[in-house]
Nanobody, 129 residues
Framework: QVHLVESGGGSVEPGGSLRLSCTAS?????????MAWFRQAPGKEREGLAC???????TRDDAIPGRVRISQDNAKNTVYLEMNSLKIEDTAMYYC??????????????????????WGRGTQVTVSS
């Protein structure tokens, strides 16, 4: 059974930075999968931020240009989301999602939340002064 576990959330002041981690279980190897980061603020829809497939061979992280970057450590089966210049409106629950690699996923766009079948429980990011 595939498991995704996020970590790295917390409270940060405006202008600060965070790096979120998502570690996948061994049943979900990097060579065969796509991983994505989404966030959801109270009262808002889940928003795609970045995605990466097959260990970084195909990525998109242009949802928030210049402030979000996705990276991976394939040896650790982990995907990261680096965020900088954080704003109060970045406050949200951040989720890691995944699915098996297939054409069209994480290609021209990150994909909707419904495009990914595996989800972590999320990690809260709160930006406040």
């Amino acid at each position: 059974q595939v498991h995704l576990v996020e970590s790295g959330g917390g409270s940060v002041e405006p202008g600060g930075s965070l790096r979120l981690s998502c570690t996948a279980s061994d049943e979900f190897p990097f060579a065969d999968r796509c991983m994505a980061w989404f966030r959801q603020a109270p009262g808002k829809e889940r928003e795609g931020l970045a995605c990466s497939c097959t260990g970084g061979r195909r990525t998109r992280d242009d949802a928030i240009p210049g402030r979000v970057r996705i990276s991976q450590d394939n040896a650790k089966n982990t995907v990261y989301l680096e965020m900088n210049s954080l704003k109060i409106e970045d406050t949200a629950m951040y989720y890691c999602a995944g699915d098996w690699n297939r054409p069209g996923l994480c290609g021209g766009e990150i994909g909707s939340a419904g495009s990914y079948q595996y989800w972590g429980r999320g990690t809260q990011v709160t930006v406040s002064s």
